[in-house]
């Protein structure tokens, strides 16, 4: 595989579910992130992650868990969502930091919080 | 703080036409700029990118860019619009050491027939 793959491309869960979003990418890069996709919204970043630290968004509710455990492979947890956080989950990859060079992106995990 | 401002949720041309999506950013840095692809059901693709050095940038498709730093924009032009053009195309702010790349809230183009 090539590229930056993301699964499941689809989730359906309940506010008391607990679920988690893969991505995995295979570029040897060194940072990955996670940006959340709404409607009529500005792609929003969640986290990132790097050889050399953890940056998160701090307006990010604590309902939304990452985990990095290599460069290769990020894992957003999920657990008691609420409907609002219904949206196109976007991992995306990079060499170095994003403003020299360009990110990676995956297809998207689209989830649904009934 | 940086910011993007794309003027036009959608835009739509004639197959053939000019195609020109605006977007007008703020930044208390030097800034770089991208633009983003979004084509259904996939992730976003850069289209082209300005960091430093010459200010018209050509990307991948026949688009490209020009920034204008006077006028803080960095409009996105393509001469002749082609059917695989329907996407939606986001413009992208960062600066110097840091990893938040802000993006607009998107054009979605369509090209009609």
């Known amino acids: 595989e090539t590229g930056v793959t993301q699964t499941p491309r689809h989730l359906v869960m309940g506010m008391t579910n607990k679920k988690s979003l893969k991505c995995e990418q295979h570029?040897?890069?060194?940072?990955m992130y996670w940006y959340k996709q709404s409607a009529k919204k500005p792609l929003e970043l969640m986290f990132v992650?790097?050889?050399?630290?953890?940056?998160e968004n701090n307006s990010v509710p604590s309902r939304f868990s990452p985990e990095c455990p290599n460069s290769s492979h990020l894992f957003l947890h999920l657990h008691t969502l609420q409907p609002e956080d219904s949206a196109l989950y976007l991992c995306?990859?990079?060499?170095?930091?994003?403003?020299?060079?360009?990110?990676?992106f995956g297809e998207g995990s689209r989830l649904t919080v009934l | 703080a940086q910011s993007v401002t794309q003027l036009g949720s959608h835009v739509s041309v004639s197959e053939g036409a000019l195609v020109l999506l605006r977007c007008n950013y703020s930044?208390?840095?030097?800034?770089?700029l991208f633009w983003y692809v979004q084509y259904p059901n996939q992730g976003l693709q850069l289209l082209l990118k300005?960091?430093?050095?010459?200010?018209l940038v050509k990307g991948i498709n026949g688009f490209e860019a020009e920034f204008k730093k006077s006028e803080t924009s960095f409009h996105l032009t393509k001469p002749s619009a082609h059917m695989s053009d329907a996407a939606e195309y986001f413009c992208?702010?960062?600066?110097?050491?840091?990893?938040?790349?802000?993006f607009g809230k998107g054009t979605k183009l369509s090209v009609i027939p």
């Open positions: 995306a990859s990079s060499q170095d930091r994003v403003n020299t060079g360009e990110l990676f």
């Open positions: 570029l040897g890069h060194n940072a």
């Open positions: 992650y790097s050889l050399e630290e953890r940056v």
């Open positions: 930044s208390s840095v030097p800034p770089y």
């Open positions: 300005y960091t430093t050095g010459a200010t």
């Open positions: 992208a702010v960062s600066g110097a050491g840091s990893y938040q790349l802000t």
